[in-house]
């Protein structure tokens, strides 16, 4: 499995047959390089979307176009959006379900958040539940908890999926932050490694990892560059 990070909580993850990119928000990161756009999307096979917020899923439907690369989310917002930018393909799920993505399991499961779209004068309407993702291949299991806080739904993951890696936001102010997001992780999990998202785009979120690694010791913490690799075995 090999996860790259495309700056704040958009990643390309390589596993098993599949290229899926995370909430690819490209155009209008600033911490991401449109110069490196083509890389980031290469072979794109599905687009996962956790929420509807635009710095998760503004770009999806343009990227969708671009590469053939389906839709992938709440039920709600793919309707809607779908619609809209009549996307072909679009596959809407909901929390508990499970959706075969070539030799790829994803199940949705839930997080605690928001998700909207911005309305008539930037007004938020509603853009149906927030979630996080189970990545499953070959005997392992990727948590991408998506923009949440801690909550107790958290062991019944554990007990479900036993993920081995995860993707978890340390940025705080919208997300947890990295006392939280340790605290998390060390009470309902076993990772082998996890990486950090949604920090480092904003001056509101946190500007590095190092808090968090040091409070995850000793879990192996991966905090790549944007566009680094990070392998997972």
Sequence with gaps: MNITWLGHASFRIEVGNQVL????????????????RGAAIAGATHILVTHGHGDHAADAPGISRETGAPVVGIYDWVTWVSARDGLE???????????????????MVNATHSSSVAGEGGMPVYAGCESGFMVAH?????????????????GVFAELHAPDYAILPIGGHFTMDARRAAFAAKKFFDFKAVIPSHYRTFPLLAQSADEFARLMAPVRVEAPEVMGTVVLE
Excluded: C
């Excluded at 990119?21 to 490196?36: M, T």
């Excluded at 393909?89 to 199940?107: E, Q, R, S, Y």
């Design 21 to 36: 990119l995370l909430d690819p928000w490209l155009a209008g990161n600033p911490s991401f390089d449109e110069a490196n």
């Design 89 to 107: 393909g679009a596959i809407g799920m909901n929390k508990g379900g499970t959706v075969i993505l070539g030799n790829v399991a994803v199940t």
């Design 138 to 154: 070959g005997g392992r299991t990727l948590y991408i908890a998506g923009d949440t806080d801690v909550m107790a739904d958290m």
